[in-house]
């Protein structure tokens, strides 16, 4: 069964840091390609990063520079490093598994997310 547990949401003030963590279970962690999705209260979900089993990374626009998406295949662990947060980046972030290795492969599981809150 494959399982992937979010960990690290945390209610934190503008221009704060968290980092958040992902660990997999169940499949080849990082044969597939891993991504963090978020969804902000009242809105759609929203890509934030992606990484390949190469290890090639990409970010959303408005992440660049203040986000980094890593792992650590032997601690089967997903990460993305969260920094100068501001209020519009409290959502609820997914980690979740693609079909595949390709930037446009589909999800095949999701993690069940957690909560990142930036306020003051």
């Known amino acids: 069964e494959v399982r992937l547990v979010e960990s690290g949401g945390a209610l934190v003030q503008p221009g704060g840091s968290l980092k958040l963590s992902c660990e997999g279970s169940g499949f080849v962690f990082g044969d597939d390609g891993l991504m963090w999705v978020r969804q902000a209260p009242g809105k759609g979900l929203e890509w934030v990063s992606t990484?390949?089993?190469?290890?090639?990374?990409s970010d959303a626009e408005s992440m660049k520079g203040r986000f980094t998406i890593s792992r650590d295949s032997a601690k089967k662990t997903l990460y993305l490093q969260m920094n100068n947060l501001e209020p519009e980046d409290t959502a609820v972030y997914y980690c979740?598994?693609?079909?595949?290795?390709?930037?446009?492969?589909?999800?095949?599981?999701w993690g069940k997310g957690t909560l990142v809150t930036v306020s003051s």
């Open positions: 979740t598994k693609l079909i595949g290795n390709y930037w446009s492969s589909a999800v095949d599981y």
């Open positions: 990484i390949l089993r190469s290890g090639i990374t």
